[in-house]
Protein backbone atom coordinates (compact mmCIF):
# COMPACT_ATOMS: atom_id res chain seq x y z
CA UNK A 1 0.00 0.00 0.00
CA UNK A 2 0.21 3.39 -0.25
CA UNK A 3 3.77 4.87 2.74
CA UNK A 4 3.10 8.41 3.66
CA UNK A 5 5.86 10.31 5.34
CA UNK A 6 5.77 13.20 7.22
CA UNK A 7 8.64 16.14 8.16
CA UNK A 8 9.56 17.18 10.50
CA UNK A 9 8.13 14.91 12.99
CA UNK A 10 8.45 17.75 15.60
CA UNK A 11 8.95 21.62 15.52
CA UNK A 12 8.80 24.34 17.96
CA UNK A 13 8.62 27.98 16.46
CA UNK A 14 8.86 31.25 18.05
CA UNK A 15 5.43 33.25 17.43
CA UNK A 16 5.46 34.96 14.06
CA UNK A 17 8.10 32.67 12.22
CA UNK A 18 6.84 31.15 9.11
CA UNK A 19 7.91 26.99 8.32
CA UNK A 20 7.24 24.87 5.97
CA UNK A 21 5.91 21.12 6.36
CA UNK A 22 6.37 18.44 4.20
CA UNK A 23 4.62 15.21 2.69
CA UNK A 24 5.88 12.49 1.10
CA UNK A 25 3.96 9.75 -0.49
CA UNK A 26 5.34 6.50 -2.83
CA UNK A 27 2.64 6.22 -5.23
CA UNK A 28 0.15 8.02 -7.29
CA UNK A 29 -2.55 9.58 -5.26
CA UNK A 30 -6.20 10.63 -6.30
CA UNK A 31 -6.86 13.38 -3.49
CA UNK A 32 -4.64 14.66 -0.48
CA UNK A 33 -5.37 16.64 2.53
CA UNK A 34 -3.82 18.30 5.12
CA UNK A 35 -5.55 18.51 8.44
CA UNK A 36 -4.97 20.20 11.90
CA UNK A 37 -5.03 18.41 15.03
CA UNK A 38 -6.08 20.58 17.94
CA UNK A 39 -4.76 19.75 21.53
CA UNK A 40 -8.53 18.16 22.29
CA UNK A 41 -8.67 15.90 19.12
CA UNK A 42 -10.31 16.96 16.86
CA UNK A 43 -9.32 17.22 13.10
CA UNK A 44 -9.95 20.45 10.94
CA UNK A 45 -9.80 20.06 7.19
CA UNK A 46 -6.87 22.86 5.96
CA UNK A 47 -6.71 21.81 2.52
CA UNK A 48 -8.08 19.48 -0.20
CA UNK A 49 -5.31 19.39 -2.40
CA UNK A 50 -4.33 16.85 -5.05
CA UNK A 51 -2.70 19.33 -6.89
CA UNK A 52 -1.58 22.45 -7.68
CA UNK A 53 -1.72 25.70 -4.95
CA UNK A 54 -4.33 26.74 -2.62
CA UNK A 55 -4.32 29.74 0.19
CA UNK A 56 -6.03 30.45 2.78
CA UNK A 57 -5.01 33.07 5.11
CA UNK A 58 -1.69 32.46 6.54
CA UNK A 59 -1.80 29.02 5.50
CA UNK A 60 -0.53 28.15 1.73
CA UNK A 61 -0.35 24.18 0.08
CA UNK A 62 0.94 23.13 -2.77
CA UNK A 63 0.96 19.25 -4.02
CA UNK A 64 2.93 18.53 -6.49
CA UNK A 65 1.27 15.45 -7.72
CA UNK A 66 4.28 13.85 -10.28
CA UNK A 67 6.96 14.50 -8.25
CA UNK A 68 4.83 12.85 -5.12
CA UNK A 69 4.78 15.39 -2.23
CA UNK A 70 3.09 17.84 -1.07
CA UNK A 71 3.80 21.23 1.04
CA UNK A 72 2.33 23.10 3.68
CA UNK A 73 3.17 26.76 4.43
CA UNK A 74 2.12 28.46 7.70
CA UNK A 75 3.36 31.83 7.63
CA UNK A 76 3.10 34.44 10.77
CA UNK A 77 2.68 31.20 13.02
CA UNK A 78 0.22 32.31 16.20
CA UNK A 79 0.51 29.94 19.57
CA UNK A 80 -3.36 28.99 18.50
CA UNK A 81 -1.72 26.70 15.55
CA UNK A 82 -0.21 24.74 17.52
CA UNK A 83 -1.08 20.99 17.21
CA UNK A 84 0.03 18.32 14.96
CA UNK A 85 -0.42 18.66 11.61
CA UNK A 86 -1.32 15.74 9.08
CA UNK A 87 -1.71 14.40 5.29
CA UNK A 88 -3.62 11.77 4.26
CA UNK A 89 -3.71 10.35 0.96
CA UNK A 90 -5.91 7.94 -0.56
CA UNK A 91 -5.20 6.40 -4.09
CA UNK A 92 -9.32 6.75 -5.24
CA UNK A 93 -10.02 2.79 -2.94
CA UNK A 94 -12.18 4.86 0.01
CA UNK A 95 -9.87 4.31 1.84
CA UNK A 96 -7.37 7.75 3.11
CA UNK A 97 -4.22 6.55 4.58
CA UNK A 98 -2.79 9.05 7.59
CA UNK A 99 1.22 10.55 7.79
CA UNK A 100 2.23 10.01 10.85
CA UNK A 101 2.30 13.35 11.69
CA UNK A 102 4.72 16.87 12.18
CA UNK A 103 3.76 18.10 16.29
CA UNK A 104 4.07 21.99 16.46
CA UNK A 105 4.72 24.22 18.88
CA UNK A 106 4.71 27.86 18.41
CA UNK A 107 5.96 29.91 21.94
CA UNK A 108 4.31 33.35 22.85
CA UNK B 1 -25.78 22.77 12.15
CA UNK B 2 -24.46 19.57 9.43
CA UNK B 3 -21.88 17.50 10.96
CA UNK B 4 -20.39 14.39 12.54
CA UNK B 5 -22.16 13.69 16.25
CA UNK B 6 -19.55 10.79 17.96
CA UNK B 7 -20.87 9.35 21.28
CA UNK B 8 -20.04 8.81 24.04
CA UNK B 9 -17.23 11.30 24.14
CA UNK B 10 -15.31 9.20 27.43
CA UNK B 11 -16.14 5.77 27.80
CA UNK B 12 -14.20 3.10 30.59
CA UNK B 13 -14.59 -0.58 29.89
CA UNK B 14 -14.28 -3.38 32.16
CA UNK B 15 -11.79 -5.84 30.68
CA UNK B 16 -14.27 -8.85 28.89
CA UNK B 17 -17.12 -6.44 27.81
CA UNK B 18 -18.28 -5.22 24.41
CA UNK B 19 -18.59 -1.56 24.03
CA UNK B 20 -20.50 0.62 20.92
CA UNK B 21 -19.22 3.84 19.92
CA UNK B 22 -21.91 5.75 17.89
CA UNK B 23 -21.20 7.85 14.85
CA UNK B 24 -24.18 9.81 13.02
CA UNK B 25 -24.03 12.26 10.58
CA UNK B 26 -26.75 14.74 8.79
CA UNK B 27 -24.26 15.53 5.99
CA UNK B 28 -25.89 13.49 3.54
CA UNK B 29 -22.74 11.32 2.97
CA UNK B 30 -22.61 8.03 1.44
CA UNK B 31 -18.86 6.98 2.65
CA UNK B 32 -18.60 6.63 6.31
CA UNK B 33 -14.88 5.52 8.54
CA UNK B 34 -13.54 4.56 11.66
CA UNK B 35 -10.24 5.08 12.56
CA UNK B 36 -8.31 4.53 15.75
CA UNK B 37 -5.30 6.88 16.76
CA UNK B 38 -2.69 5.74 19.85
CA UNK B 39 -1.00 8.42 22.06
CA UNK B 40 1.29 10.21 19.72
CA UNK B 41 0.98 8.46 16.74
CA UNK B 42 -0.99 8.99 13.34
CA UNK B 43 -4.43 7.45 12.49
CA UNK B 44 -5.28 3.89 11.31
CA UNK B 45 -8.35 2.42 9.34
CA UNK B 46 -10.65 -0.55 11.82
CA UNK B 47 -13.67 -0.04 8.94
CA UNK B 48 -15.42 1.81 6.23
CA UNK B 49 -18.52 1.62 4.58
CA UNK B 50 -19.51 3.05 1.02
CA UNK B 51 -22.87 2.65 1.11
CA UNK B 52 -25.65 1.69 3.19
CA UNK B 53 -25.69 -2.43 4.14
CA UNK B 54 -22.37 -3.14 2.90
CA UNK B 55 -18.46 -2.52 4.51
CA UNK B 56 -15.50 -3.46 4.27
CA UNK B 57 -12.29 -4.29 7.01
CA UNK B 58 -9.56 -1.21 6.95
CA UNK B 59 -5.89 -2.44 8.04
CA UNK B 60 -7.19 -3.03 12.11
CA UNK B 61 -10.23 -4.49 11.86
CA UNK B 62 -9.75 -7.71 14.52
CA UNK B 63 -11.65 -7.45 17.42
CA UNK B 64 -14.21 -4.62 16.13
CA UNK B 65 -17.46 -4.78 14.02
CA UNK B 66 -19.48 -2.11 12.53
CA UNK B 67 -23.35 -2.11 10.80
CA UNK B 68 -24.22 0.16 8.23
CA UNK B 69 -28.00 -0.56 8.53
CA UNK B 70 -28.75 3.33 7.93
CA UNK B 71 -27.19 5.97 5.74
CA UNK B 72 -26.56 8.36 8.61
CA UNK B 73 -25.31 6.04 11.73
CA UNK B 74 -22.28 3.90 11.41
CA UNK B 75 -21.40 2.32 15.00
CA UNK B 76 -18.63 0.65 16.22
CA UNK B 77 -18.69 -2.07 18.39
CA UNK B 78 -15.32 -3.07 20.27
CA UNK B 79 -15.37 -6.68 20.53
CA UNK B 80 -13.63 -8.49 23.98
CA UNK B 81 -11.79 -9.91 21.25
CA UNK B 82 -9.54 -6.81 20.76
CA UNK B 83 -6.62 -6.89 23.23
CA UNK B 84 -5.44 -3.26 23.45
CA UNK B 85 -8.88 -1.55 22.85
CA UNK B 86 -7.50 1.99 25.01
CA UNK B 87 -7.53 4.88 22.28
CA UNK B 88 -9.15 7.67 20.16
CA UNK B 89 -11.75 6.97 17.89
CA UNK B 90 -12.71 8.72 15.21
CA UNK B 91 -15.44 8.69 12.79
CA UNK B 92 -15.48 10.21 9.15
CA UNK B 93 -17.48 10.75 6.48
CA UNK B 94 -17.25 12.08 2.63
CA UNK B 95 -19.50 11.51 -0.90
CA UNK B 96 -16.84 11.20 -3.10
CA UNK B 97 -17.18 12.84 -6.38
CA UNK B 98 -15.33 13.60 -9.70
CA UNK B 99 -16.14 16.95 -9.36
CA UNK B 100 -16.24 18.17 -6.24
CA UNK B 101 -13.36 15.64 -5.05
CA UNK B 102 -13.47 13.48 -1.69
CA UNK B 103 -13.21 15.82 1.32
CA UNK B 104 -12.95 14.06 4.21
CA UNK B 105 -14.77 15.08 7.71
CA UNK B 106 -14.28 14.14 10.92
CA UNK B 107 -16.37 13.90 14.20
CA UNK B 108 -15.10 15.27 17.47
CA UNK B 109 -13.81 11.60 18.76
CA UNK B 110 -14.15 9.24 21.48
CA UNK B 111 -11.79 8.10 24.28
CA UNK B 112 -12.00 4.98 25.33
CA UNK B 113 -10.38 3.12 28.71
CA UNK B 114 -10.28 0.16 29.53
CA UNK B 115 -10.31 -0.19 33.41
Known amino acids: GIQVEQSPPDLILQEGANSTLRCNFS?????LQWFHQNPWGQLINLFYIPSGTKQNGRLSATTVATERYSLLYISSSQTTDSGVYFC??????????FGTGTRLKVLA | DGGITQSPKYLFRKEGQNVTLSCEQN?????MYWYRQDPGQGLRLIYYSQIVNDFQKGDIAEGYSVSREKKESFPLTVTSAQKNPTAFYLC??????????????FGEGSWLTVV
Open chain 1, 88 to 97: AVDSGTYKYI
Open chain 2, 27 to 31: LNHDA
Open chain 2, 92 to 105: ASNTPTWTSGNTIY
Open chain 1, 27 to 31: DSVNN
